[in-house]
């Protein structure tokens, strides 16, 4: 049963500490995306990926958030420093390709608290 | 830029009830049109989707038709179980670029015995 996983699952910490949250996508995909619940503006889409190439990043405030995929197999989105407004639900996404309606798959988000 | 908008929740039923959700949708081109549900303490999983006009989705009891005069896709089920509570989410991707998806504020439905 493939699934895509993510670690941590919960993660609490303080302002101005560094957060890396991971994701494994499902083998064989080549789409990755990452997104961020919140409740007051719900998911939205910060960075995705083709074959490990990012293509577009600019849901991310770029100036303490990063993603990179290091390998086909970990996708990594880190922020540093932390800040309170980032306390959210971390949602990574991954897909079989481009093609028209293809599915993404999503895995069970790393809740991040910053105190 | 492209947006989904559902119908603002919560949404309360009875067992057996029947279940609308509605979901209206503003892009260029023609998307391709999703739901997706959020179980408590899970991430996201389809539920349903359609990529052309007139086409209809269905799982699981769950009906949506992608209706291009009316920009919408709705949400349907004739006879909810207590199992269907969870949060709906309504979204749509784009024919070109990265299928990116947009997603819909989202809709939770809770359903008592």
């Given at each position: ?5 993510q670690?941590?699952r919960h993660?609490v910490?303080e ?6 949250m991971?994701c ?10 990452w997104y961020r ?8 889409l ?10 577009d ?9 990063s ?5 086909a ?11 309170p ?14 093609a ?14 910053v105190? | 830029g ?6 603002e929740?919560?949404v309360t ?8 959700i509605?979901c209206?949708?503003?892009a ?8 997706y549900?959020?179980?408590?303490g899970?991430?996201l ?10 086409d209809?989705g269905s799982n ?7 209706r291009?005069e009316?920009t919408?896709?709705?949400l ?5 179980q207590v199992?269907?509570?969870a949060?709906?989410?309504c979204a749509?991707?784009d ?6 998806l947009?997603f819909?504020?989202g ?7």
């Open positions: 049963d493939a699934r895509v996983t670690t941590p993660k910490t302002m101005g500490q560094e957060v890396t991971r494994q996508p499902i083998l064989g995909h080549n789409t990755v995306f619940q919140t409740m007051m503006q719900g998911l939205e910060l960075a995705y990926f083709r074959n490990r190439a990012p293509l990043d600019s849901g991310m405030p770029k100036d303490r958030f993603a990179e995929m290091p390998d197999t970990l996708a990594t989105l880190k922020i540093q420093p932390s800040e407004r980032d306390s959210a639900v971390y949602f990574c996404a991954s897909g079989p390709g481009l028209i309606g293809n599915e993404q798959f999503f895995g069970p988000g790393t809740r991040l608290t105190l | 492209d947006s989904v908008t559902q119908m929740g919560p039923l009875s067992e057996e009830a029947f279940l609308t509605n209206t949708y503003t260029t081109g023609y998307p391709s049109l999703f739901w549900v959020q179980y408590p899970e991430g999983q389809l539920l349903l989707k359609a990529t052309k006009a007139d209809k699981k009891g769950f009906e949506a038709t992608y291009k009316t919408s896709f709705h349907e089920k004739g006879s909810v199992s269907d509570s949060v709906y989410f749509l991707s024919q070109k670029g990265a299928q990116k947009v819909g504020q809709t939770r439905l809770t359903i008592n015995p």
